[in-house]
Antibody, heavy 124, light 107 residues
Framework: VQLLESGPRLVKPSESLSLTCTVSTDAMSPYYWAWIRQPPGKGLESIGY???????YYNPSFARRVTMSVDRSQNQFSLILNSVTAADTATYYC???????????????????WGKGTTVTVSS | HGLTQPPSVSVAPGQTATISCGGD??????VHWYQQRPGQAPVLVVFDDRDRPSGIPDRFYGASSGNTATLTITRVEAGDEADYYCQLWDRNIDHVVFGGGTKLTVL
């Protein structure tokens, strides 16, 4: 499986950042799919997850301005982050969450496949 | 609710590097580790405390005890020089958290 992020590299302050991740195979089921970002010179930060059914799980830090969705017909999932500021300048990664394990199918939310990342700059 | 990692670890080639990850949730949740070489995307090297994905050499192994998880890299090579991040699902915020990262320098 390979993942490829796409979308505008430059976004104006107060506007919306919109990214799409294309999955190379017809295998979005039965996984969770993630968006992770990394500001320049800083660490990793989870934005949220979308299940292949469309259920979403957002980081509380982003919940008020993020929307994620999945389009299984296109093997894609997407991120929209509203009201961006310079603090949202970062490399954005999409990733697949590794499979659940055990008889009860417990998810531990590790990311086993990552895209190469796309750098988004917020600037006027 | 954060995860604490040392900012940097240095080790000579052929020696063993140990990177710690501390936090209250470590005691109850599975910990995962990622390697990020400069300019590249993270790569999963250990999941569920001690399991390795296929293709990751057995020089990388993880352990967890109490509130501290540890990534150990034996017979360190120049190519192991990277940032390493720990991560788990934090039930307190019902979301994933990452450690601040540890820069491994191979002397």
């Amino acid at each position: 499986v390979q993942l490829l992020e796409s979308g505008p590299r430059l976004v104006k302050p107060s506007e919306s950042l919109s990214l799409t991740c294309t999955v190379s195979t017809d295998a979005m089921s039965p996984y969770y799919w993630a968006w992770i970002r990394q500001p320049p010179g800083k660490g990793l930060e989870s934005i949220g997850y979308v299940y292949y059914t469309g259920n979403t799980y957002y980081n509380p830090s982003f919940a008020r301005r993020v929307t994620m969705s999945v389009d299984r017909s296109q093997n894609q999932f997407s991120l929209i982050l509203n009201s961006v500021t310079a603090a949202d300048t970062a490399t954005y990664y999409c990733a697949r969450v590794g499979d659940c394990s055990g008889a009860s199918c417990t998810w531990t939310f590790y990311m086993d496949v990552w895209g190469k990342g796309t750098t988004v700059t917020v600037s006027s | 609710h954060g995860l604490t990692q040392p900012p940097s670890v240095s080790v000579a080639p052929g020696q063993t590097a140990t990177i710690s990850c501390g936090g209250d949730s470590v005691a109850t949740e599975s910990v995962h580790w990622y390697q990020q070489r400069p300019g590249q995307a993270p790569v999963l090297v250990v999941f569920d405390d001690r399991d390795r994905p296929s293709g990751i050499p057995d020089r990388f192994y993880g352990a967890s005890s109490g509130n501290t998880a540890t990534l150990t890299i034996t017979r360190v090579e120049a190519g192991d020089e990277a940032d390493y991040y720990c991560q788990l699902w934090d039930r307190n915020i019902d979301h994933v958290v990452f450690g601040g990262g540890t820069k491994l320098t191979v002397l």
